[in-house]
């Protein structure tokens, strides 16, 4: 899987929109990107992922530039419980066999602490 | 999204002592689950992959017969620390995927470990 790229740390404040980016140039055309986000003490939760149209969903919206080789997750009106580490993981997920494509390599994240 | 659970949510226990830990996947089958290990201030680190009828496959530098997996059924996995130690104290995580279309892997809440 392609490796990524994200800023150690943001900050935002509370109920300004969180763009947080992620350099992925050597991913290839089966990849996905994946963002999971994990608040102090918990599991990680999954946010959203895409392949290469820009997506949306009740948590966050993903942007993918044309080339691929890079995405920002939108938080587009970050609240105090937004503050977390937030990872981008690029991987296979196309998958119609029914065995998993298996373990996902965690970074060391994006820690976004959100302000009031 | 898909609903994994863990339990206990903690334990404490004494140096030699084994601990188990459950994985159950609630509103999905999963016939592969992963576990991984979070020490302090670090990401998470993948220690075996769980498999529905069959041995686990563990990754290099985890021991196997110090971390037993057991996938009991199509929705359960066991993580069994045997003769634990100090140094086995961390937040360990398991995660299942929904595998079909665009595969997507859920997380339980995590169990902290303790060892005294």
């Known amino acids: 899987d392609a490796k990524t790229t994200q800023p150690t740390s943001m900050d935002c404040a509370e109920g300004r929109a969180a763009n947080l980016p992620c350099n992925h140039s050597?991913?290839?055309?089966?990849?996905?990107v994946y963002w999971y986000r994990q608040i102090h003490s918990q599991g990680p939760q999954y946010i959203i992922h895409?392949?290469?149209n820009n997506e949306t969903n009740e948590m966050a919206s993903l942007i993918i530039t044309e080339d691929r080789k890079s995405s920002t997750l939108i938080l587009p009106h970050a609240t105090l419980r937004d503050t977390a580490v937030y990872y981008c993981?690029?991987?296979?997920?196309?998958?119609?066999?029914?065995?998993?494509?298996?373990?996902?390599?965690f970074g060391q994240g994006t820690i976004l602490t959100v302000h009031p | 999204g898909a609903v994994v659970s863990q339990h206990p949510s903690r334990v404490i226990c004494k140096s030699g002592t084994s601990v188990k830990i459950e994985c159950r996947s609630l509103?999905?089958?999963?016939?592969?689950m992963f576990w991984y290990r979070q020490f302090p201030k670090q990401s998470l680190m993948l220690m075996a992959t769980?498999?529905?009828?069959?041995?686990?496959?563990?990754e290099q530098g985890v021991e196997k017969d110090k971390f037993l997996i057991n996938h009991a059924s199509l929705t359960l996995s066991t993580l069994t620390v045997t003769s634990a130690h100090p140094e086995d104290s961390s937040f360990y995580i398991c995660?299942?995927?929904?595998?079909?279309?665009?595969?997507?892997?859920?997380f339980g809440p995590g169990t902290r470990l303790l060892v005294l």
């Open positions: 995660s299942a995927p929904t595998v079909g279309w665009e595969e997507t892997q859920y």
């Open positions: 050597t991913i290839s055309g089966n990849e996905y």
């Open positions: 895409g392949l290469k």
């Open positions: 993981i690029v991987r296979k997920a196309e998958n119609a066999g029914g065995t998993s494509y298996g373990k996902l390599t």
């Open positions: 509103d999905f089958q999963a016939t592969t």
């Open positions: 769980s498999n529905e009828g069959s041995k686990a496959t563990y």
